[in-house]
């Protein structure tokens, strides 16, 4: 097994002292740190998220193997230049006004962090000047939406009324949400779990 397959079978198996230490192998051995990020850390987000989409891992596995991941970006972030960092490019992420659930949200960041994706995550009950104040401040290329309650489902109808005119592409999810509604309120994508997010994202970012 190479070293970038060890970390990338450490990630998946949540182990982060041994990616933190395959990660720092690898750079002894002159790998490139980006080639670390590439070929080993989303290497083995990518096979996670396949695994939560078919139901064979559930949200703790996740949750475990993202924070194997952070361990060894911690190790190459340092060595990173801005020319190196991959631009696949930039997502606002943030739980509608109103809305206090963040668990799906932050999976949905993790996942497109592991993809490769700079992620600037809002927080909660974010309304929709603040996302649009965001905008303005990070220009992301797309937004997230996330939504647990049928009471804040509307709030996702402000926030892209709110942001027509922005050059950005939005994408919704979240337990109650569904294609029908992205339709219906004019989002760009909706995504039903944390996988198919990065998905979408990657044909939002091609469109
Ligand atoms: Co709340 N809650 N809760 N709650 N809570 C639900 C959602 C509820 C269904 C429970 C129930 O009654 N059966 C219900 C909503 C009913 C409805 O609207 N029809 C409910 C309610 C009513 C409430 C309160 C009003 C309760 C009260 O105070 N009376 C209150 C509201 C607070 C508020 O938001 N203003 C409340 C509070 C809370 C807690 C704070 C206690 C806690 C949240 C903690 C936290 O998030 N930090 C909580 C929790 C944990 C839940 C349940 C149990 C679990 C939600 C969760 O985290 N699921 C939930 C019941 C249930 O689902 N069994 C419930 C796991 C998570 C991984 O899934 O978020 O769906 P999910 O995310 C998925 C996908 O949806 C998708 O990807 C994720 C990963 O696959 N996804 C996206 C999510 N966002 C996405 C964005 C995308 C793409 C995909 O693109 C941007």
Redesign the pocket.
Known sequence: MSTFEEIAAAVISGNAKKVKESAEQALAEGAAPQAIVNEGLIAGMNVVGVK?KNNEVY?PE?LISARAMHAGMDVVKPLLSDADVQDKGTIL?G?VK???????????RM?LEGAGYKVIDLG??IAPDKFAQAVEEHKPQV??????????MSSMRSTIERLKGYPVKV???????TQKFADEIGAD?????????VE?ADQLMAS
Do not use: C, E
Request: net charge negative; glycine share 10%; hydrophobic share 50%.
């Open positions: 939560f949200v996740v992420v739980t109103g809305d206090l659930h963040d668990i799906g949200k932050n999976l949905v996942m909660v009950d937004v997230g939406l996330s939504a647990l309650l049928t009471t804040t994408m919704i999810g979240g337990a109650p949400v994508a909706y995504a039903s779990d944390a996988a198919s997010a979408k």
